[in-house]
């Protein structure tokens, strides 16, 4: 509960807001029961980098067993907001940017076989690599997730549409250079 409730604060108001005290008053519980399970707040930030990766690496792992290119461009835009949020506090606290690195890394390798073995199922012959490809997708579709949220929304169906003609093509086991070529 303490948790999904750091999460929260941390999606919703970053995470500078995320405090015992904060916390506490959010799951409606006294600041001593907090600091009962966490000494310190970094405990707490990686604890809750934690808890968020494993969710997100299982979320996603079951998610690309058919079609992990959409999966990563679907799937991988929710995220974004708390996944920013997650990098900001990185960049201040090393014990926590550790741990956002090797999550990153976990997401980054399960992306790259699943669009391996989908390239290898579906005769698909590119010189965009798969960790290429990988990045990517998740980036554009962050990048759009992030700016809709702050209601910036010029040239995104267009977007949008690109990629989904690209995910098509791939899925039938065309090049994406096919799309060039329309």
């Known amino acids: 509960m303490l948790i999904e409730a750091a999460v929260e604060i941390i999606r919703t108001e970053g995470y500078a807001a995320l405090s015992a005290?904060?916390?506490?008053?959010?799951?409606?519980?006294?600041?001593?029961?907090v600091h009962y399970y966490f000494r310190t707040i970094d405990e707490l930030l990686l604890a809750t980098v934690r808890h968020y990766g494993d969710r997100?690496?299982?979320?996603?792992?079951?998610?690309?067993?058919?079609?992990?290119?959409?999966?990563?461009?679907?799937?991988?835009?929710?995220?974004?907001?708390?996944t920013f949020a997650f990098m900001a506090?990185?960049?201040?606290?090393?014990?926590?940017?550790?741990?956002?690195?090797?999550y990153m890394d976990k997401f980054r390798r399960l992306q790259t076989t699943a669009i391996t073995d989908y390239y290898a199922s579906r005769?698909?012959?590119?010189?965009?690599?798969?960790?290429?490809?990988?990045?990517?997708?998740?980036?554009v579709s962050q990048a759009l997730s992030a700016e809709a949220s702050l209601g910036c929304t010029r040239g995104h169906a267009e977007t949008r549409a690109l990629v989904g003609k690209l995910l098509d093509a791939l899925a039938a086991g065309a090049s994406p250079g096919a799309l060039v070529k329309e």
């Not at 005290?21 to 029961?33: D, H, N, S, Y």
């Not at 606290?93 to 956002?100: F, H, T, Y």
């Open 123 to 139: 005769g698909v012959r590119t010189s965009v690599p798969p960790v290429a490809m990988a990045i990517i997708l998740q980036s």
């Open 56 to 82: 997100g690496l299982a979320a996603l792992s079951e998610t690309m067993r058919d079609d992990p290119l959409r999966a990563i461009w679907e799937v991988q835009a929710d995220a974004s907001a708390t």
């Open 21 to 33: 005290r904060r916390l506490a008053e959010k799951v409606g519980l006294k600041r001593q029961i």
């Open 89 to 102: 506090m990185a960049t201040h606290r090393p014990a926590v940017k550790k741990e956002v690195l090797r």
